[in-house]
């Protein structure tokens, strides 16, 4: 399936915020999402899986418990976007040494969080995890390895540096995972307000009245 890149944008905030999650998030989300599909990643169906892996778990839950040290969850993975939100708040971080995140679910959206990182720095960075180094500059992304879709990782490195060598081609438009796609909308679906009397009376035109 394929869509334009602003439609991705737009379905994977809805989809974030009928996740459970703030409106910050969701537009972090959202920017996320569409900056992997302009990479010719499926950011549809990375967002997908990060959404069902945390469906019903609190957010509190899910972010890191500190910035100091290692970075980890209360309990379980790190969710990938609230982490990233703060890997690129704190990218000043970076300049001090390499950070180290604690068990990272669906870590290929850390990526787009790394690209704003380095571009606030204007340096590349590299995350690395078992099976998978990816460096960025902020607009180009350059991946080795095969393990970039893994749904959890024990660890992610970030760091300053890196050579971006086998750039991926820009994409204009993306192509997404029928179920994912699915997936995504079902969360959005979750926005709708629940249908009332009123409303149902009110979209059924003349309503009880009887204009004749």
Do not use: Y
Not at 59 to 83: E, F, K, V
Not at 93 to 117: K, W
Not at 128 to 134: D, L, N, R, V
């Amino acid at each position: 399936m394929s869509f334009a890149l602003n439609e991705i944008e737009a379905t994977a905030k809805r989809a974030t915020r009928g996740a459970g999650r703030d409106w910050g998030i969701a537009e972090e989300a959202a920017k996320a999402t569409r900056w992997l599909c302009s990479q010719g990643i499926d950011g549809a169906a990375v967002l997908a899986a990060v959404l069902n892996q945390n469906d019903g778990k609190a957010a509190a839950d899910l972010r890191p418990q500190s910035l100091q040290g290692d970075w980890q969850a209360a309990s379980g993975a790190l969710c990938p976007l609230q982490t990233g939100a703060s890997l690129s708040d704190c990218a000043a971080r970076l300049t001090a040494g390499r950070i180290t995140l604690q068990s990272v679910s669906n870590p290929a959206m850390l990526l787009p969080f790394a690209a704003a990182a380095a571009a606030q720095l204007g340096q590349c960075v590299t995350l690395e995890w078992e099976g998978c180094a990816a460096v960025t500059d902020g607009a180009s992304l350059c991946i080795s390895g095969d393990a970039l879709l893994v749904a959890e990782t024990s660890g992610v490195s970030a760091s300053l540096g890196g050579t971006l060598d086998e750039q991926a081609a820009k994409a204009t438009r993306a192509t997404a995972d029928t179920a994912a796609w699915e997936s995504l909308n079902s969360f959005a679906h979750r926005t709708f307000a629940p249908a009332t009397e009123a409303s149902r009376i009110a979209g059924a035109g003349a309503g009880l009245s009887d204009n004749d």
